[in-house]
């Protein structure tokens, strides 16, 4: 896969250079470092499978956490071989029609809602969806996936992203206007909506889904914690995750 608009080209569309690491090197070095997790990312994680689900295996022996973030593109039975392996996933859902991947990534969405579902029923999950200028951001069509993601859970976070003009195209950045209208419709179905890539008031922030209490202030790397282990102080509502 291959995306005309990505957002991180400079790091997954380029060869890095090259340098071998041993599974066991990299758990190593984690101990070092008192880094307690390892996120599974750039470029597209399935493609090195094999390494990654070798690493999360020994990771997870020695109580590390393991985290997925992927285009979702993988099938059955190695996705069923990773779980239980890992302690979360984020998963892009980059629209929520066929066109859109075979004009614009290859493939088509199937596989990908297919994911989801799948993980959604194992582990934590977070699902990332780019809203493009003129190709993807009718509200319309946006709603239409939210309503899905509610009927599996409606307690998943979702993250809508602003695009801006990067790699191979030069549509220009996503509407403010249509992101605030994007997130309103989210919120209408989802308990936990945030805005990346757009500064607006709130947006990235967490409330309780029961009483509306703001549980967790975010700006930019700069978070505050209100929870009162892993509830709502003030109605007690356990939120979605772990903290």
Known sequence: MSCVFCQNWQISQQKPELREFKPEEIIETALKKDIDLIAYTYSEPTVFYEYMLETAEIAAEKGLKNI???NGFIN??????LIPFLDAA???LKAFNNNFYQDNCGGGVEPVKR???TLAREIHLEVTTLVVTDLNDDLNELEELFKWLAQINSQIPLHLSRYHPA????????DLEKMKKAYQKAKKHLDHVYLGN????NTADTYCSSCGRKLIKRKAYQVEN???QNRCP????ELYGEF
């Open 226 to 228: 209100m929870l009162d």
């Open 198 to 201: 757009a500064i607006i008031e």
């Open 76 to 81: 059955q039975k190695p996705l069923e071989g």
């Open 167 to 174: 790699y191979k195209l030069n549509n220009p950045p996503t």
């Open 90 to 92: 984020n998963i892009d």
């Open 68 to 70: 997925l973030v992927s």
């Open 234 to 237: 003030d109605c007690g509502t």
């Open 115 to 117: 994911t989801i579902e």
